[in-house]
């Protein structure tokens, strides 16, 4: 007796079921746990630890996908921006404090380590501000920048840090005191030097690189989608023994 195809896919789906001898066989595939739309058999499907939440994507600042890209918004000046205002002397001596602080980076670096004696700077670095940084423009693609805005991205890229108050004292302080400093920079006299700032890229070396390393990486040794962790892995109840594979169908 030929079979129609809507009858074989509701024997297949289990929606029906024969009767052989009075007795009913129930179609192989009623209690597959693989299933088109038997999600809630599937051990793999709705509780899935590596579906939705992957603990090393977002926060990940050596993530694959586009490593270096600084969102603008978070390093150029808000709208209405209004900036700290304080006495210019006060402002200049405590940045050039600031200048020297590890503590506002998460890895050991202030403003000092990379700009001591003018270290690292571009010829660029004697224009007047606003005006346009590579690095800003590499990183951002920000062709013009304010010296606020240049603090803040420095803070976010090399310090691996979080932008300061855009009205906060901190920031005013770092940009007079930066300002200060620019006066005596000199074109061309970091002609051919290396950058001190690239041996403590946080994303290079394995010290350093919180993606690295087993015992800084909350991405490796923990994690929920390796074989040995993962249910849905080994044990998969919908392999090489499916009632319902194509081959038995």
């Not at 603990?55 to 490593?67: D, R, V």
């Not at 978070?74 to 602080?101: C, E, M």
């Not at 700032?197 to 946080?202: E, H, T, V």
């Amino acid at each position: 007796m030929k079979r129609s195809s809507l009858f074989n896919a509701l024997l297949a789906s289990g929606v029906i079921s024969l009767s052989v001898g009075g007795m009913a066989i129930a179609a192989p595939c009623r209690a597959n746990p693989c299933a088109p739309r038997s999600s809630r058999m599937n051990p793999c499907a709705a509780k899935n630890p590596c579906a939705a939440r992957n603990p090393c994507a977002a926060k990940n600042p050596c993530a694959a996908s586009s490593p270096d890209y600084i969102k603008p918004e978070i390093v150029t000046r808000p709208a209405n921006y209004r900036p700290y205002q304080g006495k210019h002397a006060s402002l200049v001596k405590y940045g050039k404090k600031l200048f020297s602080d590890t503590s506002l980076s998460t890895n050991g670096l202030s403003c000092n380590s990379c700009h001591q004696g003018y270290g690292a700077f571009q010829d660029t670095f004697a224009k007047s501000y606003p005006h346009f940084v590579q690095m800003t423009f590499d990183r951002s693609k920000v062709k013009s920048v304010n010296l606020d805005e240049m603090v803040q991205f420095c803070m976010v890229a090399p310090m691996a840090s979080q932008p300061l108050a855009w009205n906060g004292k901190k920031l005013a302080a770092l940009t007079a005191y930066t300002a200060e400093y620019q006066k005596g920079f000199k074109v061309g006299q970091n002609a051919g030097a290396a950058n001190p700032c690239a041996a403590k890229n946080p994303c290079s070396a394995k010290k350093m690189n919180p993606c690295a390393a087993k015992m800084m990486n909350p991405c490796a040794a923990k994690n929920p989608c390796g074989a040995k962790m993962n249910p849905c892995a080994m044990k998969n109840p919908c392999g090489a023994k499916n009632p319902c594979a194509a081959k038995h169908m």
